[in-house]
């Protein structure tokens, strides 16, 4: 796989355009969230990927992958499954900076995204398109194999809907047929702690001082 591709740090001028979206959304002396001024120095073994379960206005999760210096990042209200049979969902959102990755905590009720973030998982990815992932996503598909803690194997990203204000569309995530493949969701159901560092969702927000509005704590709903 040819990692200069997909990830590593961009050109600051690049990575800041790509960013503006992602900055004029939030007033960073409020939000705890990174604003993206550091680059990024790079990583063994491949471009990451993070996976954060999100509860705002209603509960989804985040999948993002790294792709030339930035997070490609879509809402995926139900989550991602193991299951092929299970066409998920992919809503294109704004790209994040790098160190978003490693974010987990409650960004202010009234600001963009207010709620509270866990990282559900994390790892790295490898590309399985046969093209860049830029030029995949330009294309409306790219596939990618998951190395990481709960989600492995190989997936999918089809734009089937193309257009919409931004001009991304709308996407389906699938499970790819392999060896992690299973029926049922997975470990949306049964994992639904933080990989790193090992809290619930309610445990996140009320370390900050906040409780998760209308919604039972993990231990109660599962």
Same mark, same amino acid.
């Given at each position: 796989m040819d990692r200069s591709a997909d990830s590593g740090a961009a050109p600051g001028d690049a990575r800041d355009s790509a960013l503006s979206?992602? @900055?004029?959304? @939030? !007033?960073? $002396? @409020?939000?705890?969230?990174? *604003?993206? &001024?550091?680059? !990024?120095?790079?990583?063994?073994?491949?471009?990451?990927?993070? /996976?954060?379960? #999100?509860? $705002? @206005? &209603?509960? #989804?999760? *985040?999948l993002r992958l790294e792709v030339d210096g930035v997070l490609k990042s879509w809402a995926v209200p139900k989550g991602p499954s193991? !299951?092929?049979d299970d066409k998920r969902l992919a809503v294109p959102t704004e790209d994040h900076p790098l160190d978003y990755a490693g974010f987990e905590g409650t960004i202010p009720a009234d600001d963009y995204g207010g709620g509270t973030v866990? /990282?559900? *998982?994390?790892?790295?990815? $490898?590309n399985t398109t046969g093209r860049s992932m830029a030029e995949g996503l330009a294309h409306g598909h790219v596939s990618f194999e998951l190395n990481g803690e709960k989600l492995t194997g190989r997936f999918a990203l089809h734009r089937f809907r193309p257009g919409g204000a931004d001009e991304q569309g709308q996407w389906l995530l699938v499970?790819? #047929?392999d060896s992690a493949a299973g029926s049922g969701s997975g470990p949306v159901s049964t994992r639904p702690e933080s990989v790193r560092t090992g809290r619930g969702i309610g445990e996140v927000a009320d370390e900050e001082?906040?409780? /998760?509005?209308?919604?039972?704590r993990d231990g109660d709903r599962r």
């Open positions: 979206r992602y @900055r004029r959304r @939030r !007033d960073f $002396a @409020r939000t705890a969230e990174p *604003d993206g &001024s550091t680059g !990024d120095g790079g990583r063994e073994g491949g471009p990451l990927f993070v /996976v954060q379960r #999100h509860i $705002a @206005r &209603s509960e #989804h999760y *985040d193991t !299951d092929p866990l /990282v559900w *998982d994390t790892g790295t990815y $490898a499970k790819e #047929h001082g906040r409780t /998760v509005e209308g919604r039972p």
